[in-house]
């Protein structure tokens, strides 16, 4: 939701300023009635707004795959003046975020859109989309414990959904392992929070896979549209 004088105003209709005065006057309509408060919330997508009966274009809904690099902020700003995930989308008019977030060091796969209902749809605990991980961890987790993560452990007082795990290589020399997991829940600092509740803290950590969607193609900073069948297919993949 955004507040009714941007939207106007990105639509190209006027200046911020003047579709604050449009507001004040009365001249402004939402659904087929008159708002005159300035600071109202609307849907650029599902509100009908009509400045002097005149309908405002919606914004179309758009979806991006992003190969975002780590030291990267999945929001759309920063206090901190940090890069954030929209940086790399300048040339995108639409009012983009991220759906759900990726550490500020963790790299990989994220998806970016301004389709809200979509957004909240991929992260409803429900739908179970699929992530895969790699990670870099310190040591090599016997299989004892990878099972103990397969089934659920307890992180921030709630048992963890079950895991699927596997150890793509380790090395002696550096005391460390690479290892794949698949979860599809998206509690905050999921990943980390579970290797380190097994002893084996994660080093370095990447997202490979989202559902079906992967990064081939994609550098770390690249990234594509979907394509209408990948936006179906997370669709039907999600809860409705
Ligand atoms: N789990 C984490 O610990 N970090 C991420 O960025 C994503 C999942």
């Not at 749809?121 to 895969?132: R, V």
């Amino acid at each position: 939701m955004e507040r009714l004088q941007k939207v106007i105003a990105h639509a190209g209709v006027t200046s911020r300023r003047k579709a604050e005065e449009f507001i004040k006057e009365g001249r402004v309509q939402v659904n087929g009635k008159v708002v005159k408060e300035l600071g109202t919330k609307v849907s650029p997508q599902n509100d009908t707004i009509e400045v002097d009966g005149v309908p405002v274009d919606k914004e179309q809904p758009v979806y991006f795959l992003l190969y975002k690099p780590r030291q990267v902020i999945s929001a759309v700003s920063d206090d901190k003046q940090r890069k954030v995930v929209t940086d790399f989308f300048e040339d995108v008019a639409e009012r983009i975020f991220p759906i759900g977030r990726l550490d500020y060091d963790t790299s990989g796969l994220i998806l970016l859109t301004n389709d809200g209902e979509f957004a909240n749809k991929m992260m409803h605990p429900a739908s179970k989309i699929q992530k895969t991980y790699i990670a870099k961890v310190e040591g090599k987790p016997d299989k004892q414990l990878l099972k103990k993560l397969e089934k659920g452990i307890e992180i921030d007082g709630r048992k963890t959904a079950p895991a699927k795990v596997k150890i793509n290589s380790a090395n002696r020399k550096t005391n460390s392992s690479i290892v794949e997991i698949m979860i599809h829940e998206g509690r905050n600092q999921q990943v980390r929070k579970m290797f380190e509740h097994i002893g084996h803290p994660v080093i370095k950590l990447k997202r490979e896979k989202y559902a079906f969607l992967t990064l081939e193609n994609l550098h770390p900073g690249e990234s594509r549209p979907l394509k209408p069948i990948e936006i179906k297919k997370l669709k039907d993949a999600a809860v409705t």
